[in-house]
Each structure stands twice: as structure tokens, then as C-alpha cells.
């Protein structure tokens, strides 16, 4: 029809106003009807419903996991009903506040590590003091006190993460570690992942000679180049380098020697075009995604962002492997809890609350997470039976046998923007603007260091 | 007196330009919505189409009750904004009265105030008055921020409408109120439908406010469905793409259906009694 | 009665007069009436709570723990600090896309239609609003697609023979806030043309009739017609595109978190990110009081030159 955007509305008013009205007046009963039938499907019938939030929201294989641990803890207790609500990590971490200090907070919710998050709440008496359930549970049996400690400690004051009660317990872990195409480095002559640093240095010298993207990278998002900086740290100066800065020990400092070695790494690399070209356009799953795709001989990867896809001849050809020190001492790594499961203080049902933490953290447990290709805390004695038996494709099985390595035998760190809030937009703006030269290595450290510092003697 | 031939292949080939620029990119929504699930990254790809996506979403995302949740506080937010905007942008129009153009630029500030900071002290007020995670509570905060542009959009029309038809109407005897409901308000249906139209969407789509007002209960709306399929590392763009196709459905079908009885007004022509 | 008689050209531009308002039979606070239920839900739940905000900006509050008294230091921190000032220079750049540029797009669609028998009016007009509807989660990430080093657009550029602008969009230092910008023209101008016409329905068919009675072409027509008549709703559509492009922190999210480097960091970011993710308020709050302030200032100079009469 030729219905022209012109000329001026033209019928009998009154027909036009009828017509407005009762339009008006049938959404007006539709939307009554409406809360009419949401009020009216409330209720229960004796049964106790606990209510669990958790932030692991895109992970589709956790969750399947946490929904088949669910219905398993309401057989094991009649009369409970698991109301399991997923939310994203970024939705979790932005409403936490309001939540625990709100009237009615979940009875289990999961909460961030870190000094604006767990520590906070811990101070403003928001979460429940885990140390009683921990004893009765004998929870240290099941997770390494420095995964503990990384993950659930902190001072009542809220200024000293890792030390102090218990607040909280993570149930999976993530590690970042090095991603490598094998069938790629063959080509290159290269016969087995780097062991030291220099020998990582010197694949991606050859990858490059010879025409090959050496490093999949992408800072979009920024997540890449605080890994890689927490990495350097780690690989030069050792678990502590990093662990002072996150746990503000023994006068932490962005200027120091070891950070000013991996600042000027970051810089050579990105000088010598180590890191694919364009890698500012790039976020970590787009180079992810580019690197399974066969470009590039490395990538830096979190161990949740594994299957890589493929059929298992394609996929055969990867290796997760742990990022080199320059000493070859190890196995360290970037590695940390999801975040942590958590009663608030307002919880309904802080007991049943503490059951649920308890069954989702156990052994049995353990063996379904991994049998969907997460990361538990601990080994399951026949690790290698279970992995076999969860048939994943080959990298993913590297990936959990060397994170379960660094978090049992050697040493896990968290990731180095926990130290301070804004030192994770700190170190996104001043790497792209060090590795574009806009930006010298002392004033990007001076630039990580003014998000740091200051924070720190704040909380003193 | 017509356009020429030329003029209309001009016109018309200008117009299929824009269409198609807005099409491509959600052509990309859609591709990736029938993409692989287990892709990482947002691909575009074609390959063949996983149209279980869909299925899955509607399985995960508890969207039956998200829907029934985000319809209801849009249409109800919606009416109170029309109801409550009209008589405001008569008033600012047609009246004189104390500090009415002070009123109107406070009234236009709240077109501007960000709620990315409002709505932390909304929430503790709300929690010391007792209507956290109400539903009524919500649709009263989106009614306030849809007013702002609300009586500054009728008052907009009321300016401009046609004077001669007002004081044929007052000749008659009609006072203020019944010149807004039998002369006015039907002469601004374009209007109205317009800002029912944009009403309805911004509080479908607002993810803020009831994120937050709603954070301690477990009544869930459209947007917030989609944080099912974002994560904080990694995002399944195949199911949040599926998502946000279904939960912009609604939306369309709304502004569709409102368009064809605002174009069958139209046709009608022009003004004449 | 026939409302056919054409108005005099130059009285439409001065803007018919508002109606009642010299009307002696009209008492002086009847105006109140109509507008007081707006008014007070208004005052309830956006201004009530701005002033909460206003209080708190004055304070260093992590939400929890006890206020503590900063005077304005929230405020000389934010004007202090090159970043936030460079990121609202960005938003004045994101303006001239999102409003500028879209109401000038908008506007050429707008004549075009007006002075066309359109086929499918209505997909088109549904076509031009889906941008505007479906979640910026979303389409961010499709554009994302579009504009990636080896996507669609550089592909364009390299088939043409121009591989020369070929780029990362949006991880080029020079070119990223233009990209956002124009993926926010994009979502925005079939918005813009709607609104605008509904004002076009509003003109009397006359005065197109008259107009072309003394000969005018298409274009005169747009000028010496429509333009004037939709004069209103061009300033709604500024007022609201300017509003949009200063709050755009869902896009900036999805498509460039405020890099490359701090190449397209805007305040509302900021402002969510302080709220949220850092948890202070107080300089949450301040900040929004800023951007606030700067807003209501753009919007009051978009409304003057209008106010002629």
C-alpha cells in the first residue's frame, strides 16, 4: 500500500479516542492478569527451599556439572529443594554489595576474592565466619592451605588478604597457561615445549624468522596482558614477586627490578612483532580462537577456555604446558579458585548452607567436575583413570594434569591486578600505550604504580 | 505536481541503502545465533545452522518467566508514562504558571541524570522504606526516567498543534480538560504511539535498574536472561545471540503492530472535519 | 469546518503560538494540575535520589562502612585527573556521531520519504528500528565482526584496490573512537527517523500543495516545508542522541572497554565502573553529578537558539 509519512491525522476524533482508550484500558487488564497469575504461583508445602547463586554464567559444561550435583544433594536430602540461580560473574561481583547487605540474600552465594570484594564484606560482617564448618568438615584434608589461603582467608578488618578466618571456599580452579601448536613448532624444528624462558625466547625468535605468528595475543579486553604480566613476574622473580604485590607484603612495589625486567620484555617482544599483528583489535577469545585455528605457535591461555575445538586428529596436534621460568624451577603458574562459595550473614540457613558447600566441594564431587573437563582442588588418587574416562580431547587432559600439578606439587599465584582496583585498567591502558611507544618502561611502572601504591597505604 | 521517474529510482535506491545497513550487523546477530556452539569467539560463520540453539536458550534461561516478568513491568511502566506525560506536556505547552520554565529544565535534567549512580542510593532508599525486590518499585523508577522525555515529547507536540482547531473548540464552551481528551490527545496519536513505542523498549531493555532493585529476590527480567551465556572469561556468543533475538522479539512484535494502526491513521489524510 | 486555509510561510517558521496559555479564562495555577501526578513521581524516584547522589559525592563511601566527610575532594580528584578529562572530550567527539551525524542521516531519509510514493513503508520503518531494539550485547559483538582486522569491511577496502584503509578499526589509536561513534550513528538513526516522522505526519498536506503550486522543487520543498515543521522534533532527537552518546557505556563495553590504550575511555564507563566494580560512590556519585552538569549545559545550548519566539 502506498502509505505516505505525511498529511495530518484525519478521522473522527472521537472513533480515534475510543479506540486509544480501550487500547489503553485492555493492557491495563492484560498486565493485571498478569500479576495475578506471577503472584499467584508462589508457595511452598513444607519443603525448604535453599537458594544458590552462583556467577559461573557461559559455562555450560560447570553448569551441567553443578545441576547434576544439585539434584544428587535433594536425593541425599528429602524435603530440600535446590533454587539454583546463575548469574554472570560481572552481575554477581556489581550486585554483591547491595545483596549481602540487603533483607534477603541468597543462603548460598558465590563472592570475589580480593580486598573490594571478600575483604569488605568480611569487615562489614556481611559473610559467615566459615572457621567452625571447616573444622567439621575437615576441609584443609581437601585443598592445599595455600589454596585456601589464595582463596577464602582474610583479617577481619578486611586489610590482610589470606590470612585471618575462612570465609569462603572455591570448588574449581582455572590456570593460565601455555597454549603450543605442536605440529607447527615440527615444522619449525622445534622438538618439545620450552622449558626455560630462554628457550621460550628463542621459539618465538625462530617462529618469527620464519614467518610464523610466534604469539597469539589480543589486549582488547586486557585480560592478556595482565597474564602475561603476572607471568613474567612469576617466571623472574618467583611466586613471591607476585604474592607481594596481592597480599601487599613486605613493602610491595611496580618498581622494583623484576618488574622493570618484565616491563621491558613486554616491550622487546612487542618491538620485535612477537605478538600477532593488529593484536590491540583482538580480544583473548578471538586469539584463542585464531590460535586453534592454526595460526601461531603459542597463545596464553586460561585453562576454562579449553575444549579447543576440532575433531581429536586436529586437536591432537595441541599442548597446554606451564609458562617457563628463567631459572627452569617449577611448576608455577597464574592459578586461582572460581570464586569462592560463601554463606551471607543473613542467610536463612546457614547449616543446610554449609552442607550444600561441603557436598559441592567433596571428593564425589570432584570426580563429576572433572569428568566435565573442570579443574578441581584436589587429585582424585586414580587422576588418570578418571581423565582417561571423561574423554576429553588431548590438550584438555595436559591442561588438567599440569594445572593439578602447579596446584598440588608446585606453586599457584593469583593474578597480580588483585592487588589493587584499578590496577587491572592500569596495566590494559599502559601496556597498549607502552607497546605503541607512546609510553616509556618507566613511566608504564610508574603508570602501575600509581594505581597501586596509594591503595595500599590506604587500607592501613 | 509528481516526482519524476529518476527522483523515485534515486529516492527508493537510498532507502534500500539504509535498510541494508541496518540489516547487515544483525545478519551477523543471526548467523551467530545458528553457529556452533562450541565456537569460542564471536564467529560468524556459515555453515550449517544449529537451530537447537534456540531450544536450548528457551530451556536454560527460565525465559517463560523472564518474559511474563518483563512484560509485565513494560506495559504497566508504559501506560503510567502516557497517562502521566500528556497532562505534563499540556501543561508546559499551553499554560502559564510560577517557575514552569524552571520546572521544564528539571523536568529535562532527568533525561540526563546517569543511573549508573543513581540507582546505588535508590536502592539503599528503597531497602529503608521496604520495597526492595518489588516489582512496583521497578516500574516506578522506569515511569520516572521514561517522564523526562515523555513531557518533553508531548509538550513538543502540544506546541506545534494546530491553534485554529484549539479556539474552534473553546468557541464552543470546551474547557482545558476537554480540550486535551477530544481535540488534542487524538491529534497526537503519532505521537503517543512514538512514545508508547520507545517507552516500552527502553524498559524491556534496561538491565540496571532491575538488576539491582531486584538483586535479593528471584524474580529475573528478559535482559538479565542473558547473563546465563556470558561468563567471566569466556562467552557462548551462539546462545547469547539466540537469547537476545528471542528476548528483542517481543519488542519488535510490539512496534510492528503499533506501526500498522499508526500508518492505517495516516491514510486517512489530511485534517478535515 | 475546513482547516484547509494555508497558513502565511513566515508564521510557520516563528512556531504556532502555545495555545492557551494568554487565555484570560485559564486560572493561573491550573497548569499545576495537569502537571502534578508527573510531577510528583518524578520527584520521587529520580530526584529524590539524585539528591541522595549529590550527598554522597561529598563523601568517600564504599556503601557499607561509615560515610566519611571529603568536601569536595571527590570533585578536585575528578577535575584534576587528565584521564577523566580526556574522557570527556572523547564524549563530545562520540556527540558529533551519535547526534549530529545521525540527525543529518536521518533528515536526508526523512526528505527522501516525504517526497515518495514508498513501497513497504512499513519494513522499511521496521527494518531501520531493529538496530535500536536488539541488546548492544549483541550487535557490539557483531560489529566487532565487521570491523575486525580480517572482516567484511576491510575486505571491502582490499577488493576495491583501496587495501590501504584497511585497519583494526577498533584497535587503531586514531580510529577507534570514530568506529564507536559511527556503530552508535548506526544504532541510532532509524530511532531518529521515526521520531522525526511522526512530526511530518503532523504538517498539513496543504502546505506541500501550496509549496508546489509556486513551483517548488523537492529539495525547496524540504527546506521550506518539512524543515520547519518538524523543528520540534528535531530538538527532542538532539537533546535524546546527546544523551545517548553520554551514556553509552554498554557499547564502549562490549566493543573496546575504553582501549586501545585510553583511546575511547567516555565518563559514563567511569562512572560504572567506580559504582560497581571499584565500589566507591562517593566519587561515583561525583562524577555523575559532573556528567550531569555537563549534559543539562550541552542540552540548554541545544534548546536556545530554538526558543526564538
Redesign the interface.
Known amino acids: 500500500?502506498q502509505?505516505?509519512?505525511?498529511?495530518?491525522?484525519?478521522?473522527?476524533?472521537?472513533a480515534?479516542?475510543r479506540?486509544?482508550v480501550r487500547g489503553?484500558a485492555a493492557?491495563?487488564v492484560?498486565?493485571l492478569a498478569?500479576?495475578g497469575?506471577?503472584s499467584g504461583s508462589k508457595g511452598g508445602s513444607g519443603t525448604t527451599t535453599l537458594?544458590v547463586q552462583n556467577?559461573?554464567?557461559?559455562?555450560?559444561g560447570l553448569?551441567a556439572a553443578y545441576a547434576k550435583l544439585n539434584s544428587q544433594f535433594e536425593a541425599a536430602h528429602p524435603g530440600v529443594k535446590i533454587?539454583f540461580?546463575?548469574?554472570?560473574?560481572?552481575?554477581v561481583v556489581?550486585?554483591a554489595k547491595?545483596?549481602l547487605s540487603?533483607?534477603?540474600?541468597?543462603d548460598v552465594t558465590q563472592t570475589n576474592q580480593g580486598y573490594q570484594a571478600m575483604g569488605t564484606y568480611a569487615k562489614a560482617g556481611l559473610l559467615t565466619n566459615l572457621d567452625e564448618y571447616a573444622k567439621k568438615y575437615n576441609w584443609v584434608s581437601r585443598q592445599s592451605s595455600k589454596l585456601l589461603e589464595l582463596n577464602g582467608h582474610f583479617s577481619g578488618d578486611g586489610v590482610k588478604m589470606g590470612e585471618g578466618p575462612l570465609w569462603g571456599i572455591s570448588v574449581t580452579n582455572?590456570w593460565i597457561g601455555l597454549l603450543m601448536n605442536k605440529q607447527l613448532a615440527a615444522q619449525l624444528g622445534i622438538a618439545a615445549p620450552p622449558q626455560t624462558f630462554a628457550e621460550l625466547e628463542r621459539d618465538l625468535a625462530t617462529a618469527k624468522a620464519k614467518g610464523v605468528v610466534p604469539f597469539q595475543f589480543g589486549s582488547s579486553n586486557g585480560?592478556m596482558p595482565a597474564w602475561l604480566l603476572s607471568e613474567l613476574l612469576l617466571a623472574k622473580g618467583g611466586p613471591d614477586a607476585v604474592n607481594d604485590i596481592v597480599f601487599h607484603r613486605n613493602d610491595p612495589t611496580l618498581k622494583s627490578p623484576t618488574a622493570q625486567w618484565a616491563a621491558e620484555t613486554l616491550k622487546s617482544w612487542s618491538d620485535k612483532g612477537y605478538f600477532t599483528p593488529n593484536y590491540t583489535a583482538y580480544?583473548?577469545?578471538?586469539a584463542?580462537?585464531?590460535f586453534?585455528k592454526g595460526k601461531g605457535l603459542f597463545d596464553l591461555a586460561?585453562s576454562?577456555?579449553l575444549p579447543i575445538?576440532g575433531t581429536p586428529e586436529q586437536t591432537k596436534n595441541f599442548t597446554m604446558v606451564v609458562f617457563p621460568s628463567v631459572s627452569g624451577g617449577g611448576p608455577n603458574a597464574v592459578a586461582a579458585g572460581d570464586m569462592p562459595w560463601t554463606i551471607p550473614t543473613h542467610s536463612k540457613h546457614h547449616d543446610l548452607a554449609a552442607e550444600y558447600i561441603n557436598y559441592i566441594s567433596s571428593e564425589q564431587s570432584a570426580d563429576v567436575l572433572l569428568a566435565s573437563g573442570n579443574l578441581p582442588s584436589f587429585a582424585p588418587a586414580d587422576l588418570d583413570a578418571q581423565i582417561a574416562k571423561a574423554n576429553l580431547p588431548a590438550p584438555s587432559q595436559d591442561s588438567l594434569k599440569n594445572g593439578l600439578s602447579v596446584i598440588n606439587k608446585g606453586s599457584p599465584v593469583p593474578f597480580i591486578d588483585w592487588g589493587a582496583p584499578d590496577l587491572y585498567d592500569a596495566i590494559k591502558s599502559g601496556f597498549e600505550s607502552l607497546a605503541s611507544g607512546s609510553m616509556s618502561v618507566d613511566s608504564f611502572l610508574s603508570h602501575l604504580q600509581d594505581a597501586f601504591g596509594p591503595y595500599v597505604s590506604s587500607l592501613k | 505536481?509528481k516526482?519524476s521517474r529518476t527522483?523515485?529510482a534515486v529516492?527508493?535506491a537510498?532507502?534500500v541503502a539504509?535498510?541494508l545497513?541496518?540489516?547487515?550487523?544483525?545478519i551477523?546477530?543471526l548467523l551467530?545465533a545458528l553457529g556452533?556452539?562450541?565456537?569460542?569467539?564471536?564467529?560468524?560463520s556459515i555453515g550449517s545452522p544449529h537451530f537447537s540453539n534456540f531450544q536450548v536458550v528457551w530451556d536454560?534461561a527460565q525465559l517463560p518467566q523472564a518474559l511474563?516478568?518483563s512484560?509485565?513491568i513494560s506495559?504497566?511502566a508504559?501506560?503510567?508514562t502516557?497517562?502521566?506525560?500528556i497532562?505534563?506536556g499540556?501543561?508546559?505547552?499551553?499554560?502559564?504558571?510560577?517557575f514552569?520554565t524552571l520546572?521544564f529544565?528539571?523536568?529535562?535534567?532527568?533525561?540526563?541524570?546517569?543511573n549508573?549512580?543513581?540507582?546505588?542510593?535508590?536502592?539503599?532508599?528503597f531497602?529503608s522504606v521496604?520495597i526492595?525486590?518489588s516489582?512496583w518499585g521497578v516500574v516506578?523508577?522506569e515511569?520516572?526516567?521514561s517522564?523526562?522525555?515523555?513531557?518533553?515529547?508531548m509538550r513538543?507536540?502540544?506546541?506545534?498543534?494546530?491553534?485554529?482547531?484549539?479556539d474552534?473548540a473553546?468557541m464552543d464552551g470546551a474547557n482545558?480538560f476537554v480540550?486535551?481528551?477530544?481535540?488534542l490527545?487524538?491529534?497526537a496519536?503519532?505521537?503517543?504511539?512514538?512514545l508508547a513505542?520507545?517507552t516500552f523498549?527502553w524498559t524491556w531493555?534496561d538491565?540496571l535498574v532491575p538488576?539491582?532493585l531486584l538483586?535479593?529476590?528471584?524474580q529475573i527480567t528478559a535482559?538479565?536472561t542473558?547473563?546465563?551465556?556470558?561468563?567471566?572469561?569466556?562467552?557462548?556468543?551462539a546462545?547469547?545471540?539466540a537469547a537476545?533475538?528471542m528476548?528483542?522479539l517481543p519488542?519488535?512484535v510490539v512496534?510492528?503492530v503499533l506501526?500498522?494502526?499508526f500508518?492505517r491513521?495516516?491514510?486517512?489524510?489530511?485534517?478535515?472535519? | 469546518?475546513?482547516?484547509?486555509l494555508i497558513r502565511p510561510r513566515a508564521q510557520l517558521r516563528a512556531?504556532?503560538?502555545?495555545?492557551?496559555?494568554?487565555?484570560r479564562?485559564?486560572p493561573?495555577?491550573?497548569?499545576?494540575?495537569?502537571?502534578l501526578?508527573?510531577?510528583a513521581?518524578?520527584v520521587?524516584?529520580?530526584?529524590?535520589?539524585?539528591g541522595?547522589?549529590v550527598y554522597?559525592s561529598f563523601f568517600s563511601w564504599d556503601?557499607i562502612s561509615p560515610h566519611k566527610y571529603v568536601g569536595w575532594a571527590n570533585y578536585r580528584n575528578a577535575l584534576g585527573s587528565a584521564e577523566i578529562r580526556s574522557a570527556f572530550v572523547h564524549a563530545f567527539v562520540l556527540i558529533t556521531f551519535y547526534a549530529l551525524l545521525t540527525t543529518a542521516?536521518a533528515l536526508?531519509?526523512v526528505g527522501?520519504?516525504g517526497?515518495?510514493?514508498?513501497r513497504g513503508?512499513?519494513a522499511?520503518?521496521?527494518?531501520?528500528?531493529?538496530?535500536?531494539?536488539?541488546?548492544p550485547?549483541?550487535?557490539g559483538?557483531?560489529?566487532?565482526?565487521?570491523l575486525s582486522p580480517d572482516g567484511p569491511i576491510n575486505g571491502i577496502f582490499r577488493t576495491v584496490g583501496l587495501g590501504s584503509w584497511a585497519r583494526p578499526w577498533l584497535g587503531n589509536f586514531n580510529w577507534a573512537l570514530p568506529s564507536v561513534g559511527l556503530i552508535g550513528t548506526?544504532m541510532l538513526?532509524?530511532?531518529v527517523m521515526?521520531?522525526l516522522?511522526?512530526?511530518v505526519?503532523?504538517i498539513?498536506?496543504?502546505l506541500y500543495e501550496a509549496a508546489?503550486l509556486d513551483g517548488a522543487n523537492?529539495v525547496r520543498e524540504f527546506f521550506a516545508v518539512t524543515l520547519p515543521?518538524v523543528?520540534?522534533?528535531i530538538?527532542?532527537v538532539l537533546?535524546?542522541s546527546t544523551?545517548a552518546a553520554?551514556?553509552n557505556?554498554?557499547l564502549i563495553y562490549v566493543t573496546t572497554q575504553g582501549g586501545p590504550g585510553t583511546t575511547t575511555e567516555v565518563p559514563?564507563w567511569m562512572?560504572?565502573r567506580q559504582?560497581?566494580f571499584v565500589g566507591d560512590?562517593g566519587k561515583?556519585?561525583a562524577?555523575?553529578?559532573l556528567?550531569?552538569a555537563v549534559?543539562?549545559v550541552l542540552?540548554?545550548l541545544i534548546?536556545r537558539p530554538w526558543k526564538r519566539s
Open positions: 500500500m502509505d505516505r509519512p505525511r498529511g495530518g491525522p484525519g478521522r473522527a476524533y472521537r480515534r479516542r479506540t486509544v489503553i493492557v491495563s492484560a498486565v498478569l500479576a497469575c506471577s537458594l556467577g559461573a554464567g557461559g559455562a555450560t553448569l533454587k540461580v546463575t548469574k554472570s560473574f560481572d552481575e556489581s550486585t547491595l545483596q540487603g533483607s534477603h540474600p541468597p582455572a585480560e580480544k583473548t577469545d578471538e584463542f580462537s585464531n586453534a586460561g576454562w577456555l575445538p | 505536481m516526482t527522483q523515485s529516492g527508493h537510498v532507502l539504509a535498510a545497513v541496518a540489516l547487515v550487523p544483525l551477523g546477530v551467530m556452533s556452539p562450541q565456537d569460542v569467539g564471536g564467529k560468524v536454560q511474563r516478568t512484560l509485565l506495559c504497566a508504559t501506560v503510567l502516557i497517562v502521566l506525560s497532562p505534563a499540556y501543561a508546559f505547552a499551553s499554560f502559564r504558571f510560577p514552569r520546572l529544565i528539571v523536568v529535562l535534567a532527568g533525561l540526563m541524570l546517569p549508573e549512580s543513581l540507582i546505588v542510593p535508590l536502592f539503599y532508599d531497602r521496604g526492595n525486590d516489582l516506578m523508577v515511569t520516572a526516567l517522564l523526562a522525555f515523555g513531557s518533553f515529547w513538543s507536540f502540544f506546541l506545534t498543534a494546530p491553534a485554529s482547531i484549539v474552534a473553546r482545558t480540550i486535551l481528551v477530544r481535540v490527545a487524538p491529534l496519536r503519532p505521537q503517543v504511539l512514538a513505542v520507545l523498549v531493555n538491565l538488576l539491582v538483586s535479593g529476590g528471584q535482559p538479565m542473558l547473563a546465563v551465556f556470558q561468563g567471566q572469561h569466556a562467552t557462548n556468543y546462545y547469547l545471540s537476545a533475538l528476548t528483542a519488542v519488535i512496534y510492528a506501526q500498522r494502526s500508518a491513521g495516516v491514510l486517512a489524510g489530511a485534517i478535515r472535519e | 469546518m475546513t482547516l484547509s512556531g504556532p503560538r502555545p495555545v492557551l496559555r494568554r487565555s479564562l485559564v493561573r495555577f491550573v497548569g499545576y494540575l495537569y502537571l501526578p508527573a510531577l513521581v518524578y520521587l524516584f529520580l530526584l529524590a535520589p539524585f541522595h547522589s554522597l556503601g542521516v536526508v531519509l527522501i520519504m517526497g515518495l510514493r514508498v513503508l512499513v522499511l520503518r521496521t527494518i531501520l528500528f531493529l538496530p535500536y531494539v536488539i541488546a550485547v549483541v550487535t559483538v557483531a560489529w566487532r565482526w565487521l548506526w538513526y532509524g530511532l521515526m521520531l516522522l511522526a512530526g505526519q503532523r498539513p498536506l496543504d508546489r523537492p515543521g523543528r520540534q522534533e530538538v527532542v537533546v535524546l544523551t553520554l551514556r557505556f554498554d559514563s562512572v560504572y559504582a560497581f560512590l561515583a556519585s562524577l555523575g553529578v556528567l550531569t549534559i543539562l542540552s540548554l534548546l
